[in-house]
């Protein structure tokens, strides 16, 4: 009975070696908390984790090269004096642009090394432009 014993905890505590241990998936959340696996990124204007692509307003990139559509989303502020605009070929993850008084156009601030500019665009639609250049609508 003892040697059953000894040669079971033996056998167990070779295996111990072997055991490999895998990464948890969704185990990548970032500095505030959101699970970039999962689609999730930080709104600065929601104070929240968002998933980009449910947002209401989403535009598309204009003249895509690649062989798939990507796209953008657009969050305002409550009182719609702020724009968050994800550009996911940027440093940053969202960028904001600021409206100036009854104007219908927000604009990055001077602290951004692009110029971005996001403006109406046919009916209930934006454009956003970097350096007076289309790059979505």
């Known amino acids: 009975m003892k040697k059953t014993i000894l040669f079971t905890l033996m056998f167990l505590f070779s295996l111990m070696p072997a055991q490999k241990k895998t990464p948890v ?5 970032d500095v505030h908390g959101c ?12 104070n929240e984790c968002v998933r ?6 989403k535009l598309k990139k204009v003249d895509s090269d690649k062989g798939y559509a990507s796209m953008t989303a657009v969050i ?7 724009a968050e605009i994800f550009i996911p070929d940027g440093a ?5 642009l600021e409206r100036q008084g009854k104007s219908k156009v927000w604009k990055s601030g001077k602290a951004i090394k692009d ?9 209930k639609g934006y454009q956003i432009k970097k350096n007076d250049v289309v790059i979505y609508h």
Do not use: C, H, W
């Open 76 to 82: 305002f502020s409550k009182n719609m004096k702020k």
């Open 92 to 96: 940053a993850k969202s960028i904001i």
């Open 35 to 46: 699970i970039g696996s999962a689609g999730y990124t930080y709104s600065q204007i929601r």
């Open 52 to 57: 980009v692509f449910e947002q209401k307003i």
């Open 115 to 123: 110029s971005y500019v996001l403006i109406p665009y046919k009916k």
């Open 25 to 29: 998936v969704g185990n990548d959340r």
